[in-house]
T-cell receptor, first 111, second 116 residues
Framework: NAGVTQTPKFQVLKTGQSMTLQCAQDMNHEYMSWYRQDPGMGLRLIHYSVGAGITDQGEVPNGYNVSRSTTEDFPLRLLSAAPSQTSVYFC??????????FGQGTRLTVV | GNSVTQMEGPVTLSEEAFLTINCTYTATGYPSLFWYVQYPGEGLQLLLKATKADDKGSNKGFEATYRKETTSFHLEKGSVQVSDSAVYFCALSDLVSSGSARQLTFGSGTQLTVLP
């Protein structure tokens, strides 16, 4: 019953460093998404994918890259971290006609 | 574009009190509506959903009715418990502009604390 697995759970970066947040799902879902959660702002969509090889931008894509080489994996890359990217990041997946399943989140602090 | 407006929190109630969390939405199409719950340190979990007007979603004593005429989806529970303490998010799902996927638009969340 793994569902959606995110790693790491916590991360501290220095400004300008790069890193990749990992997301994997074992439900064979076509749709995967990345959100960031900030106080008082709910969840905002960063990038999403409707299948392997297909990605698109969400509401707040600047500073983030994604790729979808397999159905299972949808990593989120920060190329040059900034303090404004301090947030909690959630990955989610959905199948056709199903609800969204969320990972447990990655708490990122950029100093 | 789509948007969801939620009652601002935090909300603090005593055990067995009645709960209402208001949610209204704006959408161009015919959205599905959801309530998600987030317990401390965890990701979001689906609490209930409704896919068309006048549908009532229910789960764990929580209910919400899809009201198209008032564009609302208010969450209610008749008697809350300490274990209901969490953040509650209202969300809608509609086709993105490309028509190729249904993405979720979330409200800002309402923190509920239930005291014994």
């Amino acid at each position: 019953n793994a569902g959606v697995t995110q790693t790491p759970k916590f991360q501290v970066l220095k400004t300008g460093q790069s890193m990749t947040l990992q997301c994997a799902q074992d439900m064979n879902h076509e749709y995967m998404s990345w959100y960031r959660q900030d106080p008082g702002m709910g969840l905002r969509l960063i990038h999403y994918s409707v299948g392997a090889g297909i990605t698109d931008q969400g509401e707040v894509p600047n500073g983030y890259n994604v790729s979808r080489s397999t159905t299972e994996d949808f990593p989120l890359r920060l190329l040059s971290a900034a303090p404004s990217q301090t947030s909690v990041y959630f990955c989610a997946s959905r199948g056709v006609g199903t609800e969204a399943f969320f990972g447990q989140g990655t708490r990122l602090t950029v100093v | 574009g789509n948007s969801v407006t939620q009652m601002e929190g935090p909300v603090t109630l005593s055990e067995e009190a009645f709960l209402t969390i208001n949610c209204t939405y704006t959408a161009t199409g015919y959205p599905s509506l959801f309530w998600y719950v987030q317990y401390p340190g965890e990701g979001l979990q689906l609490l209930l959903k409704a896919t068309k007007a006048d549908d009532k979603g229910s789960n764990k004593g929580f209910e919400a009715t899809y009201r198209k005429e008032t564009t609302s989806f208010h969450l209610e529970k008749g008697s809350v418990q300490v274990s209901d303490s969490a953040v509650y998010f209202c969300a809608l799902s509609d086709l993105v502009s490309s028509g190729s996927a249904r993405q979720l638009t979330f409200g800002s969340g309402t923190q509920l604390t239930v005291l014994p």
